[in-house]
């Protein structure tokens, strides 16, 4: 085993810790560093809403991959659906952990985009059918997009947004 280098306080991370069957997404800021063994605050995210379309057969492969071993790159996938979070406080050992460093404006976007509740505002417009309540949500979701202060995160939202054809 061996110890990667480099790891410093306020350094950015993405990591995941077992939650039964799949992985809860950490992301946080590194507070302190120890050997292998590095601290993090942040938030840990479970991503509920992606577990319930696995379970009910609604999702593909990549799905079941996303929740087996997220990453910063794919996470998203995870983030269009209903999410619960909590404050997180832990310590992992880089050695043997999943954790690995990312930009800050990752972290940020991912963790702006729990904190802004985009997920279930996402979920609202793609869970319900063609119509009046589906174009109200759309509509909600456009003016919370509107109203987002970070411009990378706003920028991303409407990628993803275009992405999943829910902006007229």
């Known amino acids: 085993m061996f110890v990667r280098k480099g790891w ?5 991370v993405f990591a995941s810790k077992p939650n039964g069957e799949y992985k809860d997404i ?3 800021i590194v507070t302190g560093v120890e ?3 590095i601290g993090v605050n942040g938030i840990i995210i479970n991503p ?3 577990k319930n379309k696995v379970a009910q057969g609604k999702a593909g492969p990549q799905s079941l991959e996303i929740l087996k071993n997220p990453n910063p790159k794919e996470c998203i996938f995870a983030l269009i659906y209903r999410v619960e979070y909590n404050n997180f406080t832990g310590v992992f050992d880089v050695n043997t952990d999943s ?3 990312v930009h800050k404006n990752i972290h940020n976007i991912i963790s702006g985009w729990v904190r802004e509740s985009i997920p279930e505002l996402i979920n609202n417009v793609l869970s319900l059918p063609e119509g009046q309540e589906r174009e109200q949500a759309k509509r909600l979701l456009k003016q919370r997009m509107d109203t987002l202060y970070d ?3 706003k920028k991303y939202m409407y990628s993803i947004c275009r992405g999943l054809k829910i902006l007229n």
């Open 151 to 153: 411009k990378d995160l």
């Open 26 to 28: 950490v992301v946080g």
């Open 35 to 37: 050997n292998s063994n």
């Open 48 to 50: 509920v809403g992606l």
């Open 99 to 101: 954790v690995e460093k």
């Open 8 to 12: 410093k306080e306020g350094d950015h």
